[in-house]
C-alpha cells in the first residue's frame, strides 16, 4: 500500500520561532542588567513579544509533524489527540464549503468533505478525538451558521449540539459520539458537507486540496504516486 504523508501548516517555523523569541528575550535580559536604570517600555514591549514568540514556537511544536496521511486506501488526518479516517470507499466528493450572504458567498478557510456513510466513519474515530473536534472546529461552523442567523432565529440544536442521535441507516449513538454526529448533520444543512479540515493543518491551498480529494477518489494511484513525487522533489 503507498503513502505520503503531508506536514501542516500549522507545524512550520516552530523552532525558528522559538530561537527568535530566545535570543532576543537574552539581548533585552543583557541590556536590562548591565544598566542601572529600570527597563524602558520599549525595552518591555521587546522581552513581552520574544516570550509571546516563544510560546507560539512552543505551541507549533506540539501540533504532529504531518498533520495528513493518503493513501491508495484512505486519507488520515492526523491529530494529537487521535487519527480520523475517511476511506476512499467512503469518500463521496470534497470541495471548500460556503455559505451565501445576500448575493455574495462567504468562503470559509476549510475543505469539506462529503461521506457515503456516516456510521462507517464514526466507527472508526474515538470520543477523545471527537471532543477535541468539536471545540476546534466550532468557530468554523459559527461563521456558516451566523449566516443563517442574521435575524436571530438560529434553531437551538445548532448552537448546542444534542447528546443523542440515529443515523440514516438506523444506528443509535450517545455522549460525544452523539455530538459530533449531530455537529455532521447541522455542518451538512449550512454548507452541505459532513466534515471539514481547516486550512492550517493542510500544506497547500484550500482549493488545491478538495481539487487533489477529487482526483483521489477516482484515481487513488495517481494522486499518492504523484504528491510523493512532489514531496521528494521539494527535500
Known amino acids: 500500500m503507498h503513502k505520503v504523508s503531508l506536514r501542516a501548516q500549522a507545524n512550520r517555523h516552530s523552532i525558528e520561532f522559538m530561537l527568535a523569541g530566545a535570543i532576543c528575550l537574552a539581548i533585552v535580559m543583557v541590556f536590562v542588567t548591565l544598566r542601572s536604570t529600570p527597563p524602558t517600555i520599549l525595552e518591555l514591549a521587546f522581552a513581552a513579544a520574544a516570550i509571546c514568540s516563544i510560546l507560539l514556537g512552543f ?11 493518503l493513501s491508495t486506501e484512505a486519507l488520515h488526518y492526523v491529530h494529537k489527540y ?17 455559505v451565501t ?3 455574495e458567498n462567504l468562503e470559509l478557510n476549510a475543505v469539506g468533505i462529503k461521506l ?9 474515530l474515538t470520543p477523545r478525538l471527537a471532543g477535541k473536534l468539536l471545540i476546534e472546529q466550532r468557530h ?3 461563521q456558516a451558521v451566523k449566516i ?3 435575524n436571530g432565529n438560529c434553531p437551538s440544536e445548532w448552537l448546542i449540539e444534542e447528546t443523542s442521535y440515529q443515523s440514516p441507516a438506523g444506528r443509535n449513538y450517545s455522549g460525544l459520539m452523539a455530538m459530533f454526529a449531530n455537529r455532521m448533520q447541522n455542518l451538512k444543512t449550512v454548507t452541505g458537507y459532513d466534515l471539514i479540515l481547516p486550512a492550517n493543518v493542510l500544506d497547500r491551498d484550500i482549493w488545491q486540496f478538495a481539487n487533489i480529494l477529487n482526483h483521489w477518489k477516482s484515481n487513488p494511484e495517481k494522486v499518492v504516486k504523484d504528491l510523493h513525487d512532489q514531496v521528494a522533489t521539494a527535500k
Open 116 to 124: 457515503n456513510s456516516i456510521d462507517e466513519f464514526l466507527a472508526e
Open 59 to 69: 505551541l507549533k511544536s506540539q501540533q504532529p509533524f504531518f498533520s495528513i496521511e
Open 82 to 98: 487521535g487519527v480520523m479516517r475517511v476511506s476512499n470507499s467512503n469518500f463521496h466528493s470534497s470541495g471548500v464549503p460556503f
Open 140 to 142: 468554523i461552523f459559527l
Open 148 to 150: 443563517h442567523c442574521e
Open 101 to 103: 450572504q445576500g448575493v
